[in-house]
């Protein structure tokens, strides 16, 4: 039967390298690696399963590769757009998105663009905090992933690409009374375990999350079919009818119970919501089949298989930081001279903005300082612009705009959720055998308290186990450490600031990362950002990401940001280009100079 088996599991191969040769990038190596593996260790897995694995491990690799899919730019035609290259373009938000919006317009050879920002610097969410020793901690965007290629060259041409490979995640569990904690591959195991429902060896775990992993592939296939860009064509309403229900809802309804904790890594600890209660729809775009694979590949279940190989040092396949932080690049965007970007700081829109056949009016009040500290404010000043990008939160511009019914429709039913990022001072410092990030995985659960406390990195450590603290005079007394809650509310209708603060002195009054010994010796600084602001289920069924895609351009606005599509610089860089090189391609080419 071993024979047999062996034979099938390489003819089986095949078909697994089909379904991913479109997506390179070390997919179809790392699917390679693992069936090596497997084989390798296929007495183990037979003496595990007590059953022929015909119908268990077979069926994995059983799978077809799917049909082919187009990304939502493929035909996609634009209501509108700046009509000429020297037309004035004013940009709402200077957060990631209007900083991306206005680099991209300037690089398609746009040369009138201003941006007005509420706030006194630009980088939106991706907000840096230097500490007095020098350390760079990020309030905000934080991770670059391996998919960021775009943001990598960016980040390369303005030499701020020097990174840190993030290593290790322990997990406290009230379950396990252990001083130090759970590794976070044996947290995984366990979850997977619970997931299904099972008691299988850590190397069958392995095997079912693979098969599983396989089976999500195909069904993202027979879905969407391969896509280019992140948000795909419009699918038929046949298909977004089936996608009625939860993340964790449809993970149930296709066998894949084991992606669960996956899920709960990849996407709800990001801040982008509970697997019960988020559309299917927002899971499916964030978890692609790329990302999906490259996270089995970083997770390392421990079935006592080795891990891909990879060259020491680089960190094309592994999640990292920025040692400089992700504010320096949007500041060195605007900085770039050769972009010729106008950036408006504190600024307060004062009335609607009116859009008409004259073009778009802008009222709007300067906010300084002055030296005694006070803040003074500048005589409502009044702009013309021909067009206009909204690159902030729609549900703080809605009332900003002169009202339209239709684009009432489009972004009345947003719904933010709060993420609150708090940097404070922890003593004892860490060893440097700890991981990089602690985790109280069971706050992560939609009956929780709202702003319970779900993660703490500690960068110095990042840096010091990199060796990347050279620039940094680390303090020998005490280390620091950012703090993530959350809360599935909109933090303009609760004391956001005052339930976080409660809740973050009650945990670790309870919970230390460092046993007993580990106190808070001062927080430095608190951010509550309004975070991911979601569709309706309803909504999302109707097609709105694509109906607000057919209105770009109507009363010569664009919109972007994560309301258009998803909370992801990815995300929002790509549907930036889409917008401009469909313009691009749209305009006259007696009015595109």
Not at 21 to 48: A, H, M, S
Not at 98 to 121: P, Q
Not at 255 to 282: D, M, R, V
Not at 357 to 386: N, P
Request: net charge negative.
């Amino acid at each position: 039967m071993a024979d047999n088996f062996c034979v099938e599991f390489e003819k089986n191969r095949t078909d697994f390298a089909a379904l991913t040769q479109d997506y390179p990038d070390g997919i179809t190596e790392t699917v390679d690696t693992w069936l090596r593996d497997l084989r390798r260790n296929f007495r183990e897995v037979f003496k595990d399963a007590k059953t022929t694995l015909a119908t268990g491990v077979l069926g994995l690799f059983a799978t077809r590769s799917g049909r082919e899919g187009n990304g939502a730019a493929k035909g996609l035609a634009l209501a509108g757009g700046p009509k000429s290259k020297s037309d004035r373009i004013a940009i709402i938000g200077g957060g990631p998105a209007g900083v991306h919006m206005a680099y991209a317009l300037s690089k398609a050879g746009f040369t009138n663009i201003t941006i007005f920002e509420k706030s006194d610097r630009v980088g939106g969410k991706s907000h840096s905090v230097e500490q007095e020793d020098g350390m760079v901690q990020e309030m905000g965007t934080c991770y670059l992933s391996p998919d960021y290629s775009e943001i990598k060259q960016l980040m390369s041409h303005y030499k701020c690409d020097e990174q840190a490979k993030v290593i290790g995640r322990t997990v406290w569990d009230p379950d396990h009374k252990s001083s130090t904690g759970l590794d976070f591959q044996e947290w995984l195991c366990d979850a997977i375990r619970g997931a299904c429902k099972s008691d299988s060896s850590n190397l069958m775990i392995t095997v079912r999350l693979l098969k599983e992993c396989v089976h999500y592939i195909q069904n993202h296939h027979d879905l969407f079919g391969r896509y280019e860009g992140f948000l795909m064509a419009e699918p038929p309403a046949s298909v977004l009818g089936t996608l009625d229900c939860s993340i964790a809802e449809y993970l149930d309804r296709i066998g894949c119970c084991s992606l669960k904790p996956i899920f709960t890594l990849a996407y709800t600890l990001q801040g982008y919501g509970y697997l019960e209660t988020t559309p299917a729809l927002y899971g499916l775009l964030w978890v692609t089949p790329k990302l999906l694979v490259g996270l089995v590949e970083q997770l390392k279940v421990r079935s006592n298989l080795p891990p891909p190989h990879q060259e020491a040092g680089t960190h094309e396949r592994s999640i990292t930081i920025l040692l400089e932080g992700w504010g320096k690049l949007w500041t060195s965007i605007i900085e770039d001279e050769s972009l010729g970007i106008e950036c408006r700081l504190n600024v307060d829109i004062a009335k609607p903005i009116i859009r008409d056949d004259d073009g778009i009016c802008i009222t709007y009040h300067t906010r300084r300082r002055v030296q005694d500290g006070t803040t003074m404010t500048s005589l409502a000043e009044v702009e013309k612009f021909d067009f206009l990008v909204v690159a902030a939160p729609m549900q703080n511009i809605l009332p900003l705009l002169d009202h339209r019914e239709d684009e009432q429709r489009l972004f009345s039913g947003l719904r933010p959720a709060t993420f609150v990022t708090t940097l404070c001072n922890y003593s004892p410092t860490k060893d440097t055998n700890e991981a990089a990030i602690d985790s109280w995985l069971d706050n992560v659960a939609v009956k929780r308290p709202p702003f319970s406390v779900w993660s703490a990195r500690d960068s110095h450590h990042v840096r010091h186990v990199a060796g990347k603290l050279k620039n940094v005079k680390r303090p020998d007394l005490h280390g620091s450490m950012v703090v993530y809650q959350y809360a599935d509310l909109d933090c303009a209708t609760v004391d956001a600031e005052g339930e976080a603060a409660a809740a973050f002195k009650a945990h670790f009054a309870k919970h230390t990362p460092n046993g007993s010994e580990l106190q808070i010796v001062n927080i430095e600084y608190r951010n509550v950002w309004s975070y991911f602001p979601r569709h309706s289920q309803r909504a999302l069924c109707d097609g709105i990401l694509w109906r607000l895609l057919e209105r770009q351009g109507e009363y010569k606005t664009w919109y972007t940001g994560a309301c258009t599509c998803f909370e992801s610089i990815n995300a929002i860089t790509g549907y930036n280009h889409m917008l401009v090189d469909t313009w691009i391609d749209q305009m006259p080419k007696d009015t595109a100079v």
